[in-house]
Each structure stands twice: as structure tokens, then as C-alpha cells.
């Protein structure tokens, strides 16, 4: 079946769950701060232009890694942002539902969901974290405790890429605030750099809170 057409059956999905959406788990990752705390994390980045791509590669952020048992961090993740969620022996999802916030859209092939990195891996290169160690990386790229993992539609993941709010924002303009909030807490926790372009999407999304 075509991504359009089980986009389309989705979105019927979506609109006969509207009225139980408490049955339907939404992808909430942990430790998202409040608009104020936002606010004032943005305030304290340092604002410097985005640095070089040289010497980037994903496989200097190892992921996804083991988690617990034969979990890693990918199925870890799509059990905590599913509803129902069944995952066979391997801890692989065989079944359940993913309502991605980034869309709107519900989904019930794990297939169809990505884990999206809030703060892009590369974006995080771009801002300080060439100078990081492996290790660094890695836990930066696994992180569970703080808001940068969230299990999202695939193709809006992908399109997104490595921008940063400058340049795309989650279509769902509903979302840009917590959108905003998890990526300046990532990016304070973290000690990464903003441009000015950047700074000012974030603070024009936090508005919408």
C-alpha cells in the first residue's frame, strides 16, 4: 500500500479516535520544561554561527543501543510513546498505535514511525558537539531522560532532516511550543551553540504557548 493511501487510512483512523483520544497514546518524552523555563534557558545559548560539517558521520553518535534486556533505544522509545503496544521476543513491536504530534497522524505499523532526534544529530555537530567524545555522542544520541526522542510520522521525519526551527517547524503549528520547549532544553542541557536565525524561530514559537 501506498504512503499516500495508508496516510489517507490514517487519517480516517485519526478522526474516529477523536472522540476517545485518552485511549491513544500521544509521544510525550520526558522533562519538558515550562514556557518560562524555556525562555530563560533560550536567553542564557550562546548565539554563534553554525560550524563546520566537516569530519561528520552518524556512526559518530552510536545508536540505537541496548537498553535493557533486548530492548535498544528505538523499540525503548516505541513502546513508551505507543498505546498498546505488543513487542515479540525480540522486544520488536508487532502491534499497536502511534499518534505522531508532529502531523496529527495515527499509526498502527511500527514501520511507519521514526524516532525522530529533537536537536538533529548533525544540527548538534553544526553546534558543539564535534568537539565531543564518542561517548558524549553516543549518550547525546540515546538520551532518554531528557526531551529529545520522540517517535513521529517517517516521512515528516525525514523531512525535516538536520534543519533547525530556521527552517522547518512540525506542521502541526499546535505543537510549535512544546516543539520549541524540547529542543531549548536539549540544546541548554547539552551546552550547544544557536544562530541568531534559530534563536529568533524558537522565541517566535514560544509564543505560541
Known amino acids: 500500500m501506498s504512503k499516500i493511501r495508508t496516510l489517507l487510512g490514517s487519517l480516517s483512523l485519526s478522526i474516529v479516535l477523536t472522540v476517545g ?9 520526558p522533562n519538558i520544561p515550562t514556557e518560562t523555563t524555556a525562555r530563560s534557558e533560550l536567553a542564557a545559548l550562546t548565539v554563534a554561527p553554525d560550524g563546520s560539517m566537516t569530519g561528520y558521520s552518524r556512526d559518530k553518535f552510536p545508536h540505537w543501543i541496548t537498553i535493557s534486556g533486548s530492548c535498544n533505544t528505538r523499540e525503548t522509545v516505541l513502546k513508551r510513546d ?26 498502527t505499523l511500527a514501520s511507519d514511525v521514526d524516532i525522530d532526534h529533537v536537536v538533529p544529530l548533525a544540527a548538534a555537530w553544526r553546534s558543539g558537539a564535534s568537539s565531543w567524545t564518542t561517548s558524549q555522542r553516543q549518550a ?9 526522542l520522540i517517535a513521529v510520522t517517517d516521512n515528516v521525519n525525514q523531512a525535516k ?3 533547525t526551527p530556521a527552517t522547518w517547524k512540525p506542521p502541526r503549528s499546535a505543537y510549535w511550543c512544546t516543539y520549541a520547549k524540547m529542543w531549548t532544553h536539549v540544546k541548554y542541557k ?9 534563536k529568533s524561530a524558537l522565541s517566535s514559537m ?3 504557548c
Not at 547525546?140 to 529529545?148: I, T
Open 21 to 29: 483520544l485518552a485511549g491513544v497514546a500521544s509521544a510525550t518524552p
Open 82 to 107: 505507543g498505546s498498546n503496544v505488543v513487542t515479540d521476543s525480540y522486544c520488536a513491536a508487532k502491534s499497536g498505535s502511534w499518534y505522531s504530534p508532529y502531523d496529527g497522524a495515527t499509526w
Open 140 to 148: 547525546f544520541a540515546n538520551d532518554l531522560s531528557y526531551p529529545q
Open 161 to 163: 532532516g538536520d534543519q
Open 190 to 198: 547539552y551546552s550547544l551553540r544557536v544562530n541568531s536565525a534559530e
Open 206 to 208: 514560544l509564543n505560541y
